[in-house]
């Protein structure tokens, strides 16, 4: 069964399976910077990793009928996805500088997601093993506030996952002090690159690569196509 991964910028993606359409880290746009602007969908199910303003605007994709989940640990199920909460340190002092985040594991049907939320530090064995077994991650990239890229991605080496999704990491326009992609991508020269001319990608569990793989997704609203 085919699922189908849109990014609507910073945090913020939706995951589309069975006709359900799960969006995680809703923002609103304005209050990422200058020209950005929200998620262009309306949601079944929301999940919410932290009560920060980039992360937390659920109002924007959220329906009459949504049903929010925010910062929820264990496992639980939402329509045809299975998901499992895991906290985890927002800050490199175990969560005493900016408190916690959840990292939500979303299965949908035979493939597993991971989004890291705004991790701290990196990414403990006893971590990974509660949130494996991973194909994709979707990995914060920007450094400020978040990980350093090669701590990123020495966490996801850790998950042992095919794909990684960059996010959380400065694009034109944006008034947060991120780093840009190019700075993950210096670190990630054993990594095969793969850039999307979209800011979605449909997959299943056949099109899981065994080679290591950076899927860059475009902003919204730019054509369709891949290259890398």
Known sequence: MVLTIRWWLHACFEIEYEG??????????????????????????????????????????????????????????????????????????????????????????????????????????????????????MLPAGNVYTLHPRQALDSAALLDVKIVIPMHYWIPGMQLPLEPLDTLLRYAKKWRVVRYDSNEISLGLEDIPEQRTLLVLAPPGQGAGRHG
């Open 20 to 137: 359900k359409k799960l969006v995680i880290d809703p923002h609103d746009g304005g209050s990422l910077g200058v020209g950005l602007n929200p998620p262009a969908t309306r949601a079944d199910y929301v999940l919410i990793t932290h009560d920060h303003y980039d992360h937390n605007a659920d109002s924007v994709v959220a329906g009459d009928r949504t049903l929010v989940v925010k910062w929820r640990t264990g496992e639980f199920s939402l329509g045809p996805f299975r998901i499992k909460g895991v906290k985890l340190p927002h800050d490199e002092y175990e969560g005493r500088l900016r408190g916690f985040v959840v990292a939500y594991r979303i299965e949908a049907g035979n493939i597993s997601i991971v989004h890291l939320s705004d991790l701290g530090r990196p990414l403990r064995p006893e971590e990974a093993e509660e949130l494996k077994p991973v194909h994709i991650v």
